[in-house]
């Protein structure tokens, strides 16, 4: 149970990271 949850927190950190640098790329202003 454990490591499975840490496995999701991990999953959605990289998720946010990628939106993030995403958002950068498709932003004209940075």
Do not use: G
Request: aromatic content about 0%; proline content about 3%.
């Amino acid at each position: 149970m454990k490591t499975i949850r840490s496995i999701d927190l991990s999953l959605l950190r990289a998720r946010v990271v990628v939106d993030k640098e995403k958002m950068r790329v498709a932003s004209p202003t940075s």
